[in-house]
């Protein structure tokens, strides 16, 4: 069996889609993650990115697999009604999330008229809604661990720290730096992570919009501060093109040689390095 836990990006675009020519090397996709080991995975968020991983997934389902949703603001939440798994793929599949008015519920609404032409009910009957409280450890495996926080974006959002295979990441798209508690907070989540996917929403060059993003230097200086291996930075501005991202992507070598910008279908392993979820007791007692 293959022992790395594999991260990979499905969409990194942020706000909406682009296509076209000039964003062909980073992608047009929105928010879409997955976290593998053998028959366990993980994915964060089901934006646009999410239908083509669904087709992935059916080709070889995991055992478990486990959806996390940060918000339900489009870009994160347009893939859900078109992500097979929830009808039909792995044996063992969780949804869940902090959102208000609790996940079902979000799920209803997405799925309903005039905006969808089937509603839930098309879903697999043993698709388990879970509804998250920051501050409260979910562990929908034994071998998974997740622990979340409130991040600072306009309606709510939530960010994820993910343990796998004595792996960890933190998820943490759709969070404006700034707000002292708030950043503490998220720092206190992505403690030593090995990998930190922050982010870097605001358009390039912009000061902050004060929208619920940030600046690509305010996610590194969060990554660094929370002493993550590696940062990715994601939730790309619709604005940005691939020559923006190059050259952001130099500016970026010049102050942290760990930090990288996401692209779509990048593929970031880790050896795991146990069978189980590490504890996080130490950072979560402080929640
Ligand atoms: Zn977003
Ligand atoms: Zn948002």
Known sequence: MDSSVHIAFHGVRGSRPVSGADFSAYGGATSCVSLRLGDEMVVLDLGTGAPSLGRQIALAPPEHLTVLIGHAHYDHVAGLPFFQPLRTGAKDVVLASAVAGGTRRMVAGLMAAPFFPVGPEVLAPTLDCVDLRPGRRFRPSPSIEVNLVDSNHPGGCTAFRVELGGRSVLYAL??????????????????????????????????????????????????????????ALAHHAPASDDPALDWLG??????????????EGQDVQFEAVCETALRWGTYHAGL
């Open 250 to 263: 130099a500016e970026l070598a010049d102050v942290a040689d760990n930090a990288f910008l996401a692209r």
């Open 174 to 231: 759709d969070h404006q730096a700034g707000d002292p508690r708030l950043d503490a907070q998220l720092i206190d989540l992505g403690r030593g992570v090995d990998l930190a996917i922050l982010d870097a929403g605001e358009p390039i060059g912009a000061r902050q919009s004060g929208i619920g993003h940030s600046t690509w230097q305010e996610a590194v200086s969060l990554g660094m501060r929370m002493g993550a291996a590696k940062i």
